[in-house]
């Protein structure tokens, strides 16, 4: 059989651009994907998805390609471009990359990760958007609950780092943020999933502005995914990556133990527990 490469589409992005004309060069220098691996260092994989767009070509493949085609800093000018590029299609890709995900880590500086929310929570976040009607917002607290549903031998191992202030603030009614934390405490420590929290002793740190989350994904590659009030950003090169990595890393460290965890939970449950009525 005949072996087809698969069609690129270059003109949807800069980073599928990039990939197209690292093909068209070189099939022009007659180079296989493993030959021009060996060239430049890389490995046939990473090449054959740069070509593709599905991966962000790391940050030392464009000066190589140049290098390897004579081709001055055309490779570099279109990595500049691709690194700068908000891609529209980024949350979808980055829900294909969580489906896949192994490990999944999260920091949340203000609510409940999506993926450790109770229906009541959810719909209360959601119903705030004035952009949304009450058909819209039902229509994403089910596809919400629904990332949630993952066979129980093929679960991600889920890790949250949360500030303390998704602790105290209240969403909703205090039963349905009772009913949030109780669902909180019953994953701070279970096979598949890990939850700490930040106190507010630790004080200002790199992250404040801010969601993020890590992928690691089944080839041991890691994404990250950051995102503020109005903007996200699906970061896939190996140098930003890394920087999210260190940074997470100093929030684990700081964060409470699994244990100091969950009893700071227990006594922010306290909060939104029913008042006994005093005696007439």
């Excluded at 260092?41 to 998805?49: D, P, Q």
């Excluded at 691709?82 to 880590?105: C, G, S, T």
Aim: glycine share 4%.
């Amino acid at each position: 059989m005949t072996f087809k490469p698969q069609p690129l589409t270059p003109y949807l992005s800069a980073r599928h651009y990039f990939g197209s004309e690292q093909r068209r060069h070189r099939e022009r220098a007659g180079l296989s994907l493993v030959q021009l691996a060996g060239v430049v260092n890389s490995s046939k994989s990473t090449l054959a998805r740069i070509e593709t767009a599905d991966l962000m070509p790391p940050p030392d493949i464009p000066a190589r390609l140049d290098a390897a085609f004579g081709t001055d800093k055309h490779f570099h000018g279109l990595y500049e471009l691709a690194k700068k590029e908000i891609h529209p299609d980024q949350y979808r890709r980055y829900m294909d990359f969580e489906a896949k995900a192994e490990v999944i880590e999260v920091y949340e500086p203000q609510v409940v990760p999506g993926l450790l929310q109770t229906r009541e929570y959810a719909y209360e976040l959601l119903r705030c958007q004035e952009d949304l009607n009450a058909e819209q917002v039902e229509q994403l607290v089910n596809a919400r609950m629904s990332r949630r549903d993952w066979p129980a031998d093929a679960a991600p191992l889920r890790w949250a780092i949360l500030d303390e202030a998704v602790l105290r603030r209240p969403v909703g009614t205090p039963e349905g943020m009772l009913k949030q934390l109780v669902s909180l405490l019953e994953h701070v420590d279970t096979p598949n999933c890990k939850v700490q929290v930040l106190p507010f002793s630790a004080g200002p740190h790199a992250l404040m502005g801010g969601t993020l989350n890590l992928l690691t994904l089944p080839d041991d590659t890691t994404v990250a995914y950051e995102e503020s009030i109005s903007t996200g950003y699906l970061h896939e090169d190996r140098e930003t990556v890394l920087k999210r990595r260190r940074q997470y890393e100093v929030l684990r460290a700081n964060a409470l133990s699994l244990a100091e965890s969950a009893e700071l939970i227990r006594k922010a449950m306290e909060d939104y527990k029913p008042c006994d009525t005093p005696p007439s």
